[in-house]
């Protein structure tokens, strides 16, 4: 028994004696997405004053455990309730003001009137079933005058953080810097104000069940075999790429560059290929999507056997988070089967 | 008796590890260097690991090329031929995935990096591989990151 305690104390001890250090747990967790002082990337931008003066550190709290579902924001389960609270210490000291506090008491306003409100002064920039705006941050692929992208309103990440007290403060307010602007300068009352709040959360009761591909996404790669010879095959493949209106860039090894010209396995062929115009969007949805490129086929010879291989798209899609891009991976998914398709039948 | 606490030492310690255990599958950093620095404290990092950068995919060049608006975005290529090889032979499935890369892309003046988390490629390879390699590509990935990140 005295053993087991012993066990049990030493693995705290850690734990009681160290509180967890902000700075460094935003450094490892945040800093890539959000940016060093919070200036925002792949992220939205936390160190806004605006925005740190009109969020109260549950909302941060609850952010960070709970993530935005298929918005690229991950939902950090591991953390302890220390260390995030270390995490939301260390975004609030880049506020000169304190911060604010909110009840989690719902407000009682008309939905149904909120609902009118919303179609004419929120749906443009929130979208009409309040999906937000469209791709991530303040990256290469998004203009920099934009500081922040419209949060998706009936994202169940969000819906759990927010109380609707901070959502009425928002829209009495607005969020200088941004383009979401005072409801009371525009012209509501501020029962208009408490409907549209009802309204926003009443998103939670009609929250769309996420959509499952049909394919099966524990295949971890598009592999076939095929009935040609490894030169038939990659002649099969150029055809095949560009039939689907991909521009081939290079064939080469899958050695290339790893051994000395001339002694690679030239039984084992790549073929990179890229459509510009495919590839910007996917980029303008999310910018890591990097790990995808370039679009590439292998052809392996092995034992009088040609296989054809590619990554699956949708395997790899749920390390980002993104619903817009789980759209694209998708499409490529179908590319890929269709140029494999095409080359070894 | 000796043992005995020596045991219970190291379980602690195997608990304390299990606490930090993160399984993360995309890792990411950012450094504070505009992007050719950073590509280039990349670059060294790997090489200064041991690894040998096979190719850098040029993909803002292709993108501007085709008449489309993009800051600096590459791919790099990076393996040890030996592990490469021994992978492709045990595992065929992993041919797709290699040789294992890291996305770099500037962003304003600063530059953020990415790569799949070397441990996601264990489900791929199946039983065939001893997963140990992945546990060592993923410390030394973070260890390249690292030293990215704190590169001024």
């Known amino acids: ?345 | 008796m000796k043992n005995r606490y020596l045991r219970v030492a190291v379980i602690a310690l195997l608990l304390q590890l299990s606490q930090l255990a993160r399984a993360e599958e995309m890792i990411m950093t950012r450094s504070v260097l505009p992007f050719p620095e950073a590509m280039l404290a990349l670059q060294e990092s790997i090489t200064a690991h041991g690894y040998t950068v096979s190719r850098v995919q040029r993909i803002d060049i292709g993108l501007t090329g085709m008449g489309y608006k993009t800051d600096k975005y590459r791919v790099v290529f990076a393996g040890k031929i030996d592990e490469i090889r021994m992978l492709k032979e045990k595992s065929p499935l992993m041919a797709p995935y290699l040789p294992p890369k890291v996305s770099i892309f500037a962003e304003g003046e600063q530059t953020v990096l990415a790569t799949i988390n070397p441990k996601l490629y264990a489900d791929i390879a199946g039983d065939a591989v001893d997963p140990v390699i992945f546990d060592r590509w993923e410390s030394d990935l973070r260890s390249i990151f690292h030293d990215v990140n704190i590169a001024r």
Not at chain 1, 199 to 222: L, M, N, Y
Not at chain 1, 240 to 245: C, E, L, S, T, Y
């Open chain 1, 1 to 345: 028994m005295r053993l087991i305690f012993l066990v049990i104390s030493l693995a705290l001890m850690p734990v009681v004696m160290a509180a967890p250090d902000g700075s460094a747990l935003y450094a490892g967790h945040c800093s890539a997405c959000h940016g060093d002082e919070g200036g925002g990337g792949v992220g939205v931008p936390l160190s806004l004053p605006s925005f740190l003066e009109s969020v109260d550190d549950g909302f941060l709290a609850r952010t960070i455990r709970h993530g935005r579902p298929g918005r690229v924001m991950p939902a950090f389960s591991k953390l302890s309730d220390a260390q995030i609270n270390a995490i939301v210490s260390h975004i609030r000291g880049w506020s000169k003001k304190p911060a604010p506090q909110f009840s989690m008491q719902l407000v009682q306003g008309d939905a149904a009137h909120g609902q009118k409100l919303y179609a004419s002064y929120c749906a443009g920039c929130h979208g009409a079933d309040g999906e937000g705006g469209k791709g991530t941050g303040v990256t290469f692929s998004r203009r920099r005058d934009l500081p922040i992208i419209a949060p998706a309103l009936n994202n169940p990440g969000f819906l759990e953080a927010v109380s609707d007290e901070m959502i009425r403060h928002t829209l009495l307010y607005g969020r200088e810097g941004t383009p979401m602007r005072s409801f009371l300068v525009q012209g509501l009352s501020e029962q208009d104000i408490d409907d549209l709040v009802s309204h926003v959360r009443s998103f939670a009761a009609r929250e769309a069940a996420p959509v499952k591909p049909a394919v099966d996404i524990t295949e971890t790669v598009i592999v076939a075999e095929s009935s040609y010879t490894l030169e038939e095959t990659v002649e099969n493949l150029k055809a095949a790429i560009v039939g689907q209106n991909f521009i081939l860039i290079r064939t080469d090894t899958l050695e290339h560059g790893l051994v000395p010209e001339g002694e690679e396995n030239q039984q084992e062929v790549i073929l990179h290929f890229c459509n510009f115009s495919f590839l910007f969007d996917a980029l303008l949805v999310d910018p890591r999507v990097g790990m995808f490129l370039p679009c590439r086929v292998t052809v392996i010879e092995k034992d009088g056997k040609v296989t054809v291989s590619t990554i699956n798209p949708l395997y790899l899609s749920h390390l980002f988070n993104n619903a817009e891009l789980d759209e694209f991976c998708e499409q490529m998914h179908g590319l890929y089967s269709a140029i494999i398709e095409d080359a070894t039948l």
